[in-house]
């Protein structure tokens, strides 16, 4: 039996690639909340762990299909896609630790309030490629803004340090807190509660649906992650602008940053140094169409491009590592 529809191209490729794609990722989801989590429980760090290397090895499984179905320069394209964003997706774990801690919102709940996070990233993220790539496919000249945004983001970052955001001065914070109804303490894993109206007269009973903070805890959360894909989305289409290759390694990143997140926010004090190495890699990822133009080149070397990735990755990881551990043993190392 054929289906001569599958093989109609949508977005440069044909559409069963997309809907594999989606498949793996309803399994994967389904997996992870029907089976793995179907009640709230806290995620130790060890199963953390393990999950994130199963979320990973799969992202880059998934890679290596690319570079075997695609060719080499999809691959690697894919893979410094992979990498970047999975790295741009860490820096966004310490702003969910923080949103977490400002509200108390105990472990045990933590992992229903990132699902729904993450469900609405990979909707959001499908809206601004979606809208991005037909754009970047017509006007080509939209890369060179991209660019410049990531250099001076990346100047940036370097120029505020380790500030942290007041979330107590939070303009979507305020806004909730004064348009709705907010409740000040958590109800179990609800995102919604019924109240007595404080607006309604004494004795009506009157009822209200209340939002808690575990609600208003998502709700901060995907406006992060709105912000950060401005940075990663112009990144991705930077390396490439297959739309195919920007949504798949994006969406592999994210998969896994659920559970990174409870490894991570353990020690989220070991990668005190790795916004200033998530800095320079923007800089170099905007830097590099400027290079291709003055060297004549039609594109930056794929390969390079993935070599020079990892290498500034790996030496933000490896000096954060070093710099942050006990005095004692860096006197021992010394």
Not at 2 to 27: G, R, T
Request: aromatic share 16%.
């Amino acid at each position: 039996m054929e289906f001569p529809f599958l093989f109609v191209e949508w977005l440069s490729k044909p559409l069963w690639m997309w809907l594999a794609f989606l498949a793996i990722v309803i399994a994967l989801l389904v997996f992870d909340l029907g089976i793995l989590h179907k009640e709230n429980r806290e995620i130790e760090v060890r199963e953390s762990l393990i999950l994130s290397v199963g979320y990973i090895g799969m992202g880059v499984a998934f890679g290596a299909w690319v570079w075997w179905y695609l060719g080499p320069q999809s691959g690697m394209e894919y893979m410094t896609g992979f990498a970047v964003e999975k790295t741009l997706a860490m820096d966004n774990v310490f702003v969910i630790a923080m949103i977490f801690s400002y509200f108390a919102i105990p472990r045990l709940y933590q992992h229903r309030v990132l699902f729904w996070g993450i469900l609405g990233v990979i909707v959001l993220r499908a809206i601004m490629i979606a809208i991005g790539a037909p754009i970047v496919e017509n006007f080509s000249w939209v890369l060179y803004i991209f660019a410049v945004f990531l250099i001076l983001t990346g100047v940036k970052m370097i120029w505020m340090g380790d500030q942290k955001p007041d979330l107590s001065e939070n303009p979507a914070l305020r806004f909730m807190k004064r348009r709705f109804h907010v409740t000040e303490e958590l109800h179990g894993e609800k995102f919604f509660v019924k109240q007595p109206d404080p607006k309604a007269p004494p004795g009506s009973g009157r009822m209200a649906t209340f939002m808690t903070p575990l609600f208003v805890a998502l709700v901060l959360i995907e406006i992060a992650d709105v912000i950060f894909a401005v940075d990663s989305v112009p990144a991705i289409f930077l390396i490439t602008t297959d739309p195919f290759i920007v949504y798949t390694s994006n969406i592999f990143a994210i998969l896994g940053l659920r559970a990174l997140y409870f490894a991570l926010a353990a020690m989220v004090h070991r990668f005190a140094y790795l916004k200033y190495a998530l800095s320079v890699l923007l800089i170099f990822i905007g830097s590099k169409i400027f290079i291709a133009w003055a060297m004549g080149w039609e594109k930056f070397p794929p390969v390079w491009g993935l070599g020079i990735t990892l290498a500034i990755l790996s030496a933000g990881i490896v000096f954060s590592l070093w710099k942050t551990k006990e005095p004692q043993m860096r006197d021992l190392a010394a």
